[in-house]
Protein backbone atom coordinates (compact mmCIF):
# COMPACT_ATOMS: atom_id res chain seq x y z
CA UNK A 1 0.00 0.00 0.00
CA UNK A 2 1.26 3.46 -0.81
CA UNK A 3 0.30 6.35 1.26
CA UNK A 4 1.36 9.52 1.99
CA UNK A 5 0.37 13.08 3.48
CA UNK A 6 -0.42 16.64 1.87
CA UNK A 7 -1.56 20.21 1.99
CA UNK A 8 -3.58 21.42 -0.84
CA UNK A 9 -5.93 23.86 -2.60
CA UNK A 10 -9.42 22.01 -4.00
CA UNK A 11 -9.90 22.44 -7.17
CA UNK A 12 -13.32 20.66 -8.80
CA UNK A 13 -15.48 18.26 -7.03
CA UNK A 14 -16.93 15.32 -9.14
CA UNK A 15 -19.70 12.98 -7.59
CA UNK A 16 -18.84 9.35 -7.93
CA UNK A 17 -21.16 6.35 -7.47
CA UNK A 18 -22.81 6.65 -4.31
CA UNK A 19 -22.12 9.49 -1.98
CA UNK A 20 -18.59 9.56 -3.17
CA UNK A 21 -16.90 12.17 -5.01
CA UNK A 22 -13.65 11.98 -6.70
CA UNK A 23 -11.40 15.11 -6.00
CA UNK A 24 -8.45 17.07 -8.15
CA UNK A 25 -6.91 18.95 -6.20
CA UNK A 26 -3.25 21.25 -6.31
CA UNK A 27 -1.14 19.78 -3.48
CA UNK A 28 2.18 21.07 -2.16
CA UNK A 29 3.94 18.62 -2.35
CA UNK A 30 2.76 15.95 -5.21
CA UNK A 31 1.25 18.58 -7.54
CA UNK A 32 -1.87 18.34 -9.02
CA UNK A 33 -3.37 14.78 -8.15
CA UNK A 34 -7.13 13.19 -7.90
CA UNK A 35 -8.41 10.61 -5.86
CA UNK A 36 -12.04 9.32 -4.60
CA UNK A 37 -13.17 10.62 -1.30
CA UNK A 38 -15.64 8.50 0.66
CA UNK A 39 -18.63 10.19 1.46
CA UNK A 40 -17.51 13.54 -0.68
CA UNK A 41 -20.41 13.69 -2.46
CA UNK A 42 -22.92 13.87 0.46
CA UNK A 43 -25.23 16.83 1.64
CA UNK A 44 -22.63 17.19 4.77
CA UNK A 45 -19.78 17.05 2.57
CA UNK A 46 -20.71 19.05 0.08
CA UNK A 47 -20.61 22.44 2.16
CA UNK A 48 -16.89 21.87 3.05
CA UNK A 49 -15.44 20.07 -0.11
CA UNK A 50 -16.03 23.18 -2.46
CA UNK A 51 -13.14 24.69 -4.92
CA UNK A 52 -11.16 26.97 -2.83
CA UNK A 53 -11.00 24.90 -0.08
CA UNK A 54 -7.83 24.33 2.01
CA UNK A 55 -7.65 20.24 2.50
CA UNK A 56 -5.24 18.33 5.22
CA UNK A 57 -4.78 14.91 2.94
CA UNK A 58 -3.85 11.92 2.63
CA UNK A 59 -3.57 9.60 -0.53
CA UNK A 60 -3.76 5.76 -0.08
CA UNK A 61 -3.59 3.52 -3.17
CA UNK A 62 -2.36 -0.58 -3.97
CA UNK A 63 -0.07 0.67 -7.13
CA UNK A 64 1.17 4.52 -8.17
CA UNK A 65 -0.79 3.95 -10.82
CA UNK A 66 -4.21 3.95 -9.30
CA UNK A 67 -6.59 6.88 -8.79
CA UNK A 68 -6.52 6.19 -5.16
CA UNK A 69 -9.00 7.18 -2.29
CA UNK A 70 -8.61 10.67 -0.33
CA UNK A 71 -9.12 11.44 3.22
CA UNK A 72 -9.36 15.10 3.55
CA UNK A 73 -10.07 17.17 6.59
CA UNK A 74 -11.48 20.89 5.51
CA UNK A 75 -8.66 23.25 7.04
CA UNK A 76 -9.59 26.55 5.56
CA UNK A 77 -12.77 27.61 3.83
CA UNK A 78 -12.97 30.20 1.18
CA UNK A 79 -16.50 29.80 0.38
CA UNK A 80 -17.78 33.23 2.56
CA UNK A 81 -15.63 35.51 0.73
CA UNK A 82 -15.67 33.80 -2.57
CA UNK A 83 -19.94 33.63 -2.68
CA UNK A 84 -19.89 37.53 -1.68
CA UNK A 85 -17.70 38.34 -4.52
CA UNK A 86 -18.74 37.40 -8.08
CA UNK A 87 -15.69 38.20 -9.49
CA UNK A 88 -13.89 36.70 -6.95
CA UNK A 89 -15.85 33.62 -7.38
CA UNK A 90 -14.86 33.65 -11.23
CA UNK A 91 -11.32 33.87 -10.29
CA UNK A 92 -11.35 31.17 -8.65
CA UNK A 93 -13.18 29.67 -11.06
CA UNK A 94 -10.41 30.38 -14.06
CA UNK A 95 -7.36 29.17 -11.20
CA UNK A 96 -9.14 25.82 -10.93
CA UNK A 97 -9.81 25.63 -14.81
CA UNK A 98 -6.52 26.39 -15.93
CA UNK A 99 -4.75 24.49 -13.30
CA UNK A 100 -6.90 21.11 -14.47
CA UNK A 101 -6.16 22.37 -17.79
CA UNK A 102 -2.06 22.91 -18.14
CA UNK A 103 -0.42 21.91 -15.13
CA UNK A 104 0.86 17.82 -15.33
CA UNK A 105 -0.69 15.75 -13.14
CA UNK A 106 1.48 14.55 -10.12
CA UNK A 107 4.22 16.83 -11.31
CA UNK A 108 4.97 19.26 -8.24
CA UNK A 109 5.22 22.72 -8.69
CA UNK A 110 5.93 24.34 -4.85
CA UNK A 111 6.59 28.06 -6.54
CA UNK A 112 3.66 28.06 -7.95
CA UNK A 113 1.72 25.81 -5.20
CA UNK A 114 2.52 28.90 -2.80
CA UNK A 115 1.44 31.34 -5.11
CA UNK A 116 -1.83 29.95 -5.92
CA UNK A 117 -2.83 29.85 -2.04
CA UNK A 118 -1.76 33.35 -1.57
CA UNK A 119 -3.91 34.48 -4.55
CA UNK A 120 -6.80 32.28 -3.11
CA UNK A 121 -6.72 33.77 0.01
CA UNK A 122 -6.75 37.33 -1.51
CA UNK A 123 -9.72 36.58 -3.37
CA UNK A 124 -12.84 38.63 -2.09
CA UNK A 125 -10.65 39.59 0.69
CA UNK A 126 -7.61 42.23 -0.17
CA UNK A 127 -8.64 44.88 -3.38
CA UNK A 128 -5.62 44.25 -5.05
CA UNK A 129 -6.38 40.75 -6.05
CA UNK A 130 -7.26 41.49 -9.93
CA UNK A 131 -3.50 42.50 -9.83
CA UNK A 132 -2.46 38.98 -8.33
CA UNK A 133 -4.40 37.13 -10.61
CA UNK A 134 -2.44 38.46 -13.21
CA UNK A 135 0.38 38.41 -12.07
CA UNK A 136 -0.78 34.70 -10.70
CA UNK A 137 -0.93 33.90 -14.86
CA UNK A 138 2.19 35.02 -15.76
CA UNK A 139 3.86 32.52 -13.26
CA UNK A 140 1.53 30.19 -14.48
CA UNK A 141 3.27 31.07 -18.28
CA UNK A 142 6.62 30.29 -16.60
CA UNK A 143 6.43 27.39 -14.76
CA UNK A 144 4.68 26.10 -17.87
CA UNK A 145 8.12 27.14 -19.99
CA UNK A 146 6.02 29.98 -21.80
CA UNK A 147 7.74 32.08 -19.68
CA UNK A 148 8.38 35.72 -20.77
CA UNK A 149 11.44 37.96 -20.97
CA UNK A 150 10.96 41.14 -19.61
CA UNK A 151 14.45 42.08 -18.86
CA UNK A 152 16.03 43.92 -21.46
CA UNK A 153 15.11 44.61 -25.39
CA UNK A 154 15.48 41.74 -27.94
CA UNK A 155 16.93 44.45 -30.51
CA UNK A 156 19.21 46.54 -28.46
CA UNK A 157 19.68 44.66 -25.20
CA UNK A 158 18.88 47.88 -23.27
CA UNK A 159 17.14 47.71 -20.18
CA UNK A 160 15.65 50.93 -19.95
CA UNK A 161 12.28 52.49 -21.43
CA UNK A 162 10.50 49.23 -22.33
CA UNK A 163 7.31 49.22 -23.61
CA UNK A 164 6.32 46.81 -26.04
CA UNK A 165 6.54 42.69 -25.83
CA UNK A 166 6.49 40.41 -29.23
CA UNK A 167 3.80 38.28 -29.61
CA UNK A 168 6.33 35.94 -31.14
CA UNK A 169 9.00 35.70 -29.10
CA UNK A 170 7.48 37.19 -25.14
CA UNK A 171 10.72 39.26 -25.49
CA UNK A 172 10.11 43.00 -24.26
CA UNK A 173 11.68 45.87 -27.13
CA UNK A 174 12.23 49.60 -26.35
CA UNK A 175 9.73 51.79 -27.18
CA UNK A 176 12.14 53.59 -29.65
CA UNK A 177 13.13 50.50 -30.76
CA UNK A 178 9.37 49.25 -31.19
CA UNK A 179 8.00 52.19 -32.65
CA UNK A 180 8.04 51.73 -36.44
CA UNK A 181 6.09 48.09 -35.67
CA UNK A 182 4.02 49.25 -32.23
CA UNK A 183 0.92 48.29 -34.35
CA UNK A 184 2.50 44.71 -33.90
CA UNK A 185 3.49 44.98 -30.88
CA UNK A 186 1.98 43.80 -27.50
CA UNK A 187 1.81 46.98 -24.66
CA UNK A 188 4.08 46.01 -21.90
CA UNK A 189 2.23 46.48 -18.77
CA UNK A 190 3.65 48.31 -16.13
CA UNK A 191 2.35 45.68 -13.84
CA UNK A 192 4.77 43.23 -15.22
CA UNK A 193 7.61 45.52 -14.02
CA UNK A 194 6.50 46.50 -10.47
CA UNK A 195 5.42 49.92 -11.89
CA UNK A 196 2.84 52.37 -11.75
CA UNK A 197 0.86 53.23 -8.87
CA UNK A 198 -2.67 51.97 -10.53
CA UNK A 199 -2.30 48.46 -12.10
CA UNK A 200 -3.50 48.00 -15.75
CA UNK A 201 -5.20 44.76 -14.79
CA UNK A 202 -6.52 44.91 -18.20
CA UNK A 203 -3.81 44.89 -20.33
CA UNK A 204 -1.99 42.71 -18.63
CA UNK A 205 -5.05 39.80 -18.84
CA UNK A 206 -4.76 40.74 -22.88
CA UNK A 207 -0.67 39.48 -22.58
CA UNK A 208 -1.11 36.43 -20.83
CA UNK A 209 -4.20 35.62 -22.48
CA UNK A 210 -2.30 35.92 -25.96
CA UNK A 211 0.60 33.45 -24.79
CA UNK A 212 -1.78 31.01 -23.15
CA UNK A 213 -3.63 30.38 -26.39
CA UNK A 214 -0.98 31.20 -28.62
CA UNK A 215 1.86 29.06 -26.93
CA UNK A 216 0.02 26.93 -24.09
CA UNK A 217 -3.50 25.71 -25.19
CA UNK A 218 -1.73 24.33 -28.55
CA UNK A 219 1.40 22.56 -26.48
CA UNK A 220 -2.02 20.74 -24.65
CA UNK A 221 -4.00 20.07 -27.48
CA UNK A 222 -6.46 22.60 -26.60
CA UNK A 223 -8.13 25.41 -29.47
CA UNK A 224 -8.00 27.73 -26.80
CA UNK A 225 -7.61 28.50 -22.70
CA UNK A 226 -10.95 27.41 -20.72
CA UNK A 227 -13.62 29.55 -21.31
CA UNK A 228 -13.72 30.02 -17.40
CA UNK A 229 -11.11 32.15 -17.51
CA UNK A 230 -13.19 34.23 -20.18
CA UNK A 231 -15.93 34.69 -17.96
CA UNK A 232 -13.26 36.22 -15.61
CA UNK A 233 -11.70 38.63 -18.09
CA UNK A 234 -15.64 40.04 -18.97
CA UNK A 235 -15.90 40.37 -15.42
CA UNK A 236 -12.77 42.38 -14.68
CA UNK A 237 -11.17 43.18 -17.96
Known sequence: MIRWRDEGLLLSVRRHG??????????????????VAPGGGSRRQAPLLQPGA???LEWSARLEAHIGSWRAEPLRSRAAALMGDRAALAAMGSVAALSLAFLPERAPHPALY?????LADALGEDPDWPALYALWELALLSELGFGLDLSVC?????????????????????????GPWA??????????????????????????????????????GLERTPEARERLVRLIG
Open 54 to 56: QLS
Open 18 to 35: EGAAILEVFTEGHGRHAG
Open 114 to 118: ARTVA
Open 154 to 178: AATGATEDLAWISPKSGRAVSREAG
Open 183 to 220: DRLLPLPRLFLGEGEAPDVAAALRVTGHFLDARAAPAF
